[in-house]
């Protein structure tokens, strides 16, 4: 029996690559603003907008076997720029959001066998980083959340966090828009280069996959060894 996989938010970036990787193996469910770039891809579509829509449960299947949760933000400036409200708003789409839309699929998720969710932080959570005090603090609350969450559902489903460092996608275009800038976030990486989307949907992969049957309540660095190594 094919799983059912739910995205939220996959039109684009790392949600989108998750898609093109996993829709020939599992039901793929897509719940976003726009479909654009699905094409021709056998996926099921659900108009949502995690900020203002409650999600129509009625398009999904009684059991989801997978939940991955794309939605986030990059909002990086020094703090002394951030004010209060700039620190609700990425707190409200990092996290808020993953906790409501959560609570209308439990029933859900607990018919599966054993279903897989993935949320998403950042390097920034583990790595003390300037100017990322706001986009930090609301992906440790994920971190959070999602060890909590799944130490109380185990071992009915599993969680897991992936952390990446910067990945080259449509969300990270202010800090990789020219050579010049590419060139300076390659060499900060002990890999010399930045993420692409594949990498971050290869261990999505693996994570929504049987493979990982025993792996739950952990934040696995996919950072070109950002978070772990010195190399200067």
Same mark, same amino acid.
């Given at each position: 029996?094919?799983?059912?996989?739910?995205?939220?938010? +996959?039109?684009? +970036?790392?949600? #989108?690559? %998750?898609?093109?990787?996993?829709?020939?193996?599992?039901?793929?469910?897509?719940?976003?603003?726009?479909?654009? =770039?699905?094409?021709?891809?056998?996926?099921?579509?659900?108009?949502?907008?995690?900020?203002? !829509?409650? %999600? /129509?449960?009625?398009?999904?299947?009684?059991?989801? !076997?997978?939940?991955?949760?794309?939605? &986030?933000?990059? @909002?990086?400036?020094?703090?002394?720029?951030? =004010?209060?409200? *700039? #620190?609700?708003?990425?707190?409200?789409? @990092?996290?808020?959001?993953?906790?409501?839309?959560?609570?209308?699929?439990?029933?859900?998720?607990?018919?599966? @066998?054993?279903?897989?969710?993935?949320?998403?932080?950042?390097? *920034?959570?583990?790595?003390?980083?300037?100017?990322?005090?706001?986009?930090?603090?609301?992906?440790?609350? %994920?971190? +959070?959340?999602?060890?909590?969450?799944?130490?109380?559902?185990?071992?009915?489903?599993?969680?897991?966090?992936?952390?990446?460092?910067?990945? /080259?996608?449509?969300? *990270?275009?202010?800090?990789?828009? =020219? /050579?010049?800038?590419?060139?300076?976030?390659?060499?900060?990486?002990?890999?010399?280069?930045? &993420?692409?989307?594949?990498?971050?949907?290869? %261990?999505?992969? #693996?994570?929504?996959? /049987? !493979?990982?049957?025993?792996?739950?309540?952990?934040?696995?660095?996919?950072? +070109?060894?950002?978070?772990?190594? =010195?190399?200067?």
């Amino acid at each position: 029996m094919r799983k059912n996989i739910l995205l939220i938010g +996959g039109s684009h +970036g790392i949600g #989108f690559e %998750i898609a093109l990787k996993l829709y020939n193996q599992y039901n793929i469910f897509i719940a976003s603003r726009t479909s654009e =770039n699905l094409g021709n891809l056998e996926v099921t579509h659900i108009p949502y907008d995690a900020s203002k !829509d409650e %999600i /129509d449960t009625s398009t999904l299947p009684d059991r989801i !076997d997978g939940f991955v949760y794309c939605p &986030g933000s990059i @909002n990086l400036k020094p703090f002394k720029m951030l =004010n209060p409200e *700039a #620190f609700e708003d990425d707190m409200q789409i @990092n996290f808020m959001f993953l906790v409501k839309i959560i609570h209308v699929l439990l029933p859900k998720l607990t018919a599966s @066998n054993q279903a897989s969710l993935i949320f998403f932080s950042t390097v *920034a959570v583990k790595v003390g980083m300037p100017y990322h005090t706001s986009i930090a603090a609301a992906k440790g609350a %994920i971190e +959070g959340f999602a060890k909590a969450l799944a130490a109380e559902y185990a071992p009915q489903f599993r969680v897991n966090v992936i952390a990446p460092s910067l990945t /080259d996608t449509p969300l *990270a275009k202010r800090l990789l828009g =020219n /050579d010049k800038k590419k060139e300076l976030m390659n060499n900060r990486h002990p890999m010399k280069r930045v &993420g692409q989307a594949e990498d971050i949907a290869n %261990i999505a992969g #693996f994570l929504l996959s /049987d !493979d990982s049957s025993w792996i739950t309540g952990q934040v696995i660095g996919v950072d +070109g060894g950002m978070s772990t190594l =010195n190399i200067n």
